[in-house]
């Protein structure tokens, strides 16, 4: 990706594209994934680039920016398996006998599937003093009770 093809990938023209501006407003970051590898003075010149084109801006004093390119996507997804398992599927190429974390319920794709915090539903956690807590509530006096424990992982 040359000078060119970076400057115009974050501006329309002499603006910052509206996903730049929005991600600045929130002291976001912008990041440029490519399947191309490209050495270190070249991934300085891409990163010149992108600074390039925010600097006319006040606001992006705070916006993060970096280049990934395909060797550095392939690094960080060697750190993490169950994401390159993941991708794999995304792409189309999934590994036989795996399938990827998906919807908890038979829930139809187009209604939501979040967490359920029905009314009067109730834990009993000991350390609580066997006081009945709201499922929401539980969650929160587990989390405590996994951060508080002394037990190796």
């Known amino acids: 990706m040359r000078r060119a093809e970076v400057l115009n990938e974050m501006r329309n023209g002499e603006e910052l594209s509206a ?3 929005e991600l600045a407003e929130v002291d976001g970051a912008y990041i440029i994934a490519s399947t191309e590898d490209c050495s270190p003075p070249t991934y300085k010149k891409r990163i010149k680039a992108m600074r390039e084109a925010i600097t006319s801006d006040p606001h ?3 916006l993060a920016i970096n ?3 395909r060797s550095c996507l392939h690094r960080w997804l060697r750190q993490y398996p169950s994401v390159q398992l993941w991708l794999r599927d995304v792409l189309g190429r999934p590994l ?3 399938r990827p974390f998906g919807r908890w ?6 209604i939501g599937d979040s967490l359920i ?3 009067g539903i109730t834990v009993n956690i000991p350390s609580s003093g066997h006081k009945e807590l709201s499922l929401e509530e539980a ?8 951060l508080s424990s002394k037990k190796d992982n």
């Open 96 to 98: 036989s006998g795996w």
């Open 67 to 69: 280049y990934y390119d």
């Open 19 to 21: 996903i730049v501006k």
């Open 139 to 146: 969650i929160l006096a587990v989390r405590r009770l996994i």
């Open 117 to 119: 915090l029905e009314e």
């Open 105 to 110: 319920s038979s829930t139809p794709i187009d």
């Open 60 to 62: 992006t004093t705070s």
